[in-house]
């Protein structure tokens, strides 16, 4: 198994900074892509920003220029620096992570999956 776990999330004022941090412990696994994503008061999950090992990002279109995502996977760490925050990105903010489990000491076995934070709340006032 394996768990994530973020950190970072305050209450701040429209125009200000906030980072995120998310860190992934367990045993035998790799990490194959860290993303973030968030979830406002009756709005669906969506994706707010994913990256991968070779160091690709994409983002949501709302936080393009706004919101950087970066990885340290050597320590399976991923952060998201919010800057310019607006009362729109107020929501809970989760860590997620694909990642594949070894298992097994003569014969070998994978499986990846999909792995969750618990979430952070971040809130942004006007």
């Known amino acids: 198994q394996v768990q994530l776990v973020e950190s970072g999330g305050a209450l701040v004022q429209t125009g200000e900074s906030l980072r995120l941090s998310c860190s992934a412990s367990?045993?035998?696994?790799?990490?194959?892509?860290m993303a973030w994503y968030r979830q406002a008061p009756g709005k669906q999950r969506e994706l707010v920003a994913a990256?991968?090992?070779?160091?690709?990002?994409n983002y949501v279109d709302s936080v393009k220029g706004r919101f950087t995502i970066s990885g340290d996977f050597a320590r399976n760490s991923v952060y998201l620096q919010m800057n310019s925050l607006k009362p729109e990105d107020t929501a809970v903010y989760y860590c997620?992570?694909?990642?594949?489990?070894?298992?097994?000491?003569?014969?070998?076995?994978?499986?990846?999956?999909?792995?969750w934070g618990q979430g952070t709340q971040v809130t942004v006032s006007s």
């Open positions: 367990g045993r035998r696994f790799s990490i194959k892509r």
């Open positions: 990256v991968s090992p070779t160091g690709g990002a």
């Open positions: 997620n992570a694909a990642v594949t489990v070894y298992s097994g000491s003569y014969y070998i076995t994978e499986k990846t999956s999909e792995y």
